[in-house]
């Protein structure tokens, strides 16, 4: 966020002027941040950020609506301390803004990521039981089907497109929830959210779709456009949006 609102980017958030902003991998504690970028004029904001060191992971949300209530993280030490997660409640629909592990360097980090995984689906399966409808958003650090990635041969045996991985992609449509631009686009191809900095590989459009909204199936109906933002620059993921009515 820090290195965003240098370049200048953050005049994008300004001008688009969305309902609510939802970012991730902030790297950045509320502390460290210009008034002008930790409270915009017009916006409730929240941070999550890590508590085990600085400069690391942290999501952040920016909303016109005020929530009804904030929480931070899903209640277990583990996963709750490096701030990737933030849900608000709102009068009509809970949402979750998050930012899963990447499951890159080694066994124990993809391990990780897996339990990450099935206790934030053990998470939200909770909260549609206590009758909220959901919506989650976030850099989820995996492309499910190989129309999601430019180079799906090459990297079945990396993390990010691992079958295990893969699977429980599955398992949350498995659940009723709604992958938003699948719904709109089933077929749409080269369209992706993340591309290799060190490669250049935005310039050949070798990427991945790695980022998401998902909506529980009571709020289909509300669903009115997805679309992924990929003429914005400034990071090595674009903006993605989601419209409901």
């Excluded at 939802?22 to 409730?44: I, M, S, W």
């Excluded at 066994?107 to 989650?136: A, C, M, P, T, V």
């Excluded at 949350?172 to 686009?185: C, M, P, S």
């Excluded at 060190?198 to 790695?210: E, I, P, Q």
């Amino acid at each position: 966020m820090r290195a965003c609102h240098k370049k200048g980017c953050w005049e994008w958030f300004l001008n688009e002027s969305p309902d609510i902003f939802c970012l991730q991998e902030t790297k950045a504690h509320p502390k460290q941040l210009p008034d002008e970028v930790r409270n915009p004029k017009g916006y409730f904001s929240y941070f999550d950020h890590s508590k085990l060191k600085k400069g690391y992971s942290g999501v952040a949300v920016f909303t016109k609506i005020e929530p009804e209530k904030v929480e931070y993280g899903m209640g277990i030490g583990e996963f709750d301390q490096e701030g990737r997660l933030l849900t608000l409640f709102f009068k009509d629909f809970v949402l979750i803004n998050i930012y899963f592990p990447n499951g890159g360097g080694g066994s124990e980090r993809l391990d990780y990521k897996l339990r990450f995984y099935d206790n934030f689906l053990n998470y939200i399966e909770k909260l549609r039981q206590n009758g909220h409808k959901i919506i989650f958003c976030g850099d989820i650090n995996t492309a499910h089907k190989e129309i999601d990635l430019a180079r799906p041969k090459e990297n079945e045996n990396n993390t990010g497109f691992l079958p295990i991985e893969r699977a429980w992609l599955d398992k949350v449509i498995e659940k009723g929830y709604a992958d938003t631009f699948r719904y709109f686009y089933p077929e749409a191809k080269n369209k992706y959210t993340y591309w290799d900095m060190k490669t250049f590989a935005r310039d050949r459009n070798v990427g991945w779709r790695l980022d998401y909204f998902f909506t529980s199936e009571d709020l289909k109906d509300n669903l009115k456009k997805a679309d992924i933002l990929d003429n914005v620059f400034g990071s090595d993921h674009c903006p993605i949006l989601l419209g409901l009515e």
